[in-house]
């Protein structure tokens, strides 16, 4: 055969090449952005659960009443997005408020177990996403119509709104974990959840910090239920999957920490987005759980948790 | 006896009062109308019997387990409905039982915990005070109290309670786990800050002995009731002193 058709085989070997590695770089981007938003949920679901042993299922039901009442006030009453955006957080907030104070405060009033909480929780999440079905309907909404303005970083292209997600978790996740680490309010949140006894015992009012740990987390769940629905709509039953992909970052990433969540959910989404490119989006799932009990199995403290002493584990 | 405590109580101001308190477990009564005063000032030992109540006592007037019937008076104000950090903030402090810290807290965040209510400019001359009795916190200052020795994490409880400036202290078994010397340090230290402060101090201790030497009044209780008491603690320790509502009580029990 001639040289010329040699030559434009290897310009296509070395075009797939190319894109390939442009491929691999855009995934990675998009596993990237799609852990930031996990984490900010994550991140909320431990504040929770560290704090109060509870597994708020529930938590899945606020992340969907966020984008919906996003939705309510930007799609259906028109208002603005910054201040449509703010109500729905402060209502979020608000929503884990009151399941703190309607559901598990009294539980724990009378010295139900935890399993009775996580039963609980499971309830109002069905209640919850049912009663959003039932007044919203099944089908997928969309809070901003449109195609998005893009930009683009090498081989990678973001859209506006992934961008705006890689910044709110970027700016949000470092603040509060300083926060935890230098303000009183930290240190009580820490405390609580070392020892929740010791921190009556030091003059803590332990019910207020447990409405603030909900109210912020609760907060968290909304703010990346909001981002990722101006991205990809919503539909009632969005919450689960965000649930799920918070508690197994939690796990790996380290039960009782605050900053193993963030890594594990950033570790579980970028697998994720490789997972797709080499395998098949169906596997996601499959990896996401292959991933959980890997860790359970062979490292049950997750990355960051650390083997207590005896001692430590007995207080 | 019962009368003898009441005497006590009109000669001098009382510090922690309990009155005819029922408490327990489920449906498992450990006090059974328990009535007890102490004074402003004082030291009062509790002693007796695995399970007669000692540990029960003290969780009930620190308010972390609320009580069948009865009330608990705080330098004559009752107190038997506040809720745990309440009781804190009107001069109440306990030492629970093994000496509890924050353990993936840093001692000096563990401290910081203990003087939460003071504000923030003064903490450090607080904290300062509480290291003066403990020097040997200040070397671990940045550690995880977690990794802490038990002699170690013993003191920043102790130290962590005194923070709260209390008016009135529980102690329950302060000592517990540590070595003979310790313990007896630990002891030594609260009878001095007794002196120093004023502290009023309902302590529980497993080292009878020790706890006999530092208190000025010492309680027995059996079965979750009052069974003895005695203005010099010194007295029960002669051997056999104590033999009879220890031994001769809880055979009793055991045959009721």
Redesign the interface.
């Given at each position: 055969m001639s040289r010329p058709n040699l030559k434009s085989v290897k310009r296509e070997i070395a075009d797939a090449f190319m894109e390939e590695s442009k491929m691999l770089w855009q995934l990675l981007a998009n596993g990237f952005v799609n852990g930031c938003l996990f984490a900010l949920t994550a991140f909320g679901f431990a504040l929770i659960y560290n704090t109060t042993r509870i597994f708020h299922i529930a938590h899945g039901a606020i992340y969907t009443a966020g984008a919906y009442l996003c939705y309510v006030f930007l799609v259906k009453l028109g208002w603005n997005m910054p201040l449509a955006i703010i109500l729905a957080l402060t209502l979020t907030a608000l929503l884990g408020i009151l399941t703190e104070l309607l559901v598990y405060a009294p539980l724990e009033r009378r010295g139900a177990s935890l399993l009775v909480a996580l039963l609980s929780s499971l309830g109002l999440y069905i209640a919850l996403v049912n009663f959003i079905a039932m007044v919203f309907g099944n089908e997928t909404k969309v809070l901003r119509p449109g195609v998005e303005a893009t930009f683009h970083f090498g081989p990678i292209i973001l859209t506006r709104i992934q961008f705006a997600q890689v910044i709110t978790a970027c700016v949000l996740l470092p603040l509060l974990l300083l926060l935890l680490r230098l303000t009183?309010w930290g240190?009580?949140i820490?405390?609580l959840?070392?020892?929740p006894?010791?921190?009556?015992?030091?003059?803590?009012?332990?019910r207020v910090v447990r409405l603030f740990v909900f109210a912020l987390g609760s907060a968290l769940a909304g703010i990346s239920a909001v981002l990722s629905a101006l991205d990809i709509g919503m539909d009632p039953h969005i919450g689960m999957p965000a649930l799920l992909i918070a508690a197994v970052a939690l796990i790996i990433g380290g039960v009782?920490t605050f900053e193993g969540p963030i890594i594990g959910a950033f570790l579980l989404c970028i697998l994720q987005s490789l997972v797709i490119w080499q395998v098949s989006a169906r596997w996601m799932d499959a990896v996401t759980f292959g991933l959980l009990i890997f860790f359970l199995l062979f490292r049950p403290q997750g990355l960051l948790g650390q083997r207590?002493?005896l001692?430590?584990a007995?207080? | 006896m019962q009368e003898a405590i009441t005497n006590m109580a009109q000669t001098s101001k009382i510090g922690l009062q309990v009155e005819r308190l029922r408490a327990g477990y489920g449906k498992k009564e450990i006090l059974r109308g328990l009535s007890l005063k102490v004074g402003q000032g004082e030291i009062v030992a509790l002693i007796g019997p695995n399970g007669a109540g000692k540990s029960t006592l003290l969780k009930v007037i620190?308010g972390?387990l609320r009580p069948w019937e009865g009330s608990v008076w705080l330098d004559g104000t009752e107190i038997t409905a506040l809720?745990?950090?309440q009781r804190?903030?009107k001069g109440l402090?306990?030492f629970?039982q093994?000496g509890?810290?924050?353990?993936?807290?840093t001692v000096r965040?563990n401290l910081?915990?203990?003087a939460?209510?003071f504000p923030k400019a003064k903490r450090q001359e607080a904290i300062e005070g509480v290291l003066s009795l403990f020097p040997a916190l200040k070397e671990n200052w940045h550690r995880r109290a977690?990794?802490l020795s038990?002699g170690q994490?013993q003191a920043l409880a102790l130290g962590?309670v005194l923070l709260?400036r209390p008016k009135v202290l529980l102690l329950d078994e302060p000592s517990a786990g540590l070595a003979p010397k310790l313990a007896h340090e630990i002891l030594a230290k609260v009878r001095e800050l007794n002196e120093h402060l004023g502290i009023t101090v309902l302590l529980v201790e497993q080292r009878v002995r020790e706890a006999l030497q530092v208190a000025h009044r010492a309680v027995a209780l059996v079965n979750g009731t009052f069974a003895a008491e005695t203005n010099e603690p010194a007295s029960w320790l002669v051997e056999g002193a104590l033999d009879a509502f220890f031994f001769g009580r809880m055979e009793r029990a055991a045959a009721s």
């Open positions: 009183d240190k009580k820490r405390a959840r070392d020892n006894t010791l921190t009556e015992v030091m003059g803590v009012n332990t009782g207590r002493r001692e430590e007995l207080t | 620190a972390l809720p745990v950090h804190v903030q402090a306990y629970i093994g509890e810290v924050f353990p993936s807290l965040e910081e915990m203990g939460l209510m977690g990794l038990g994490r962590m709260k």
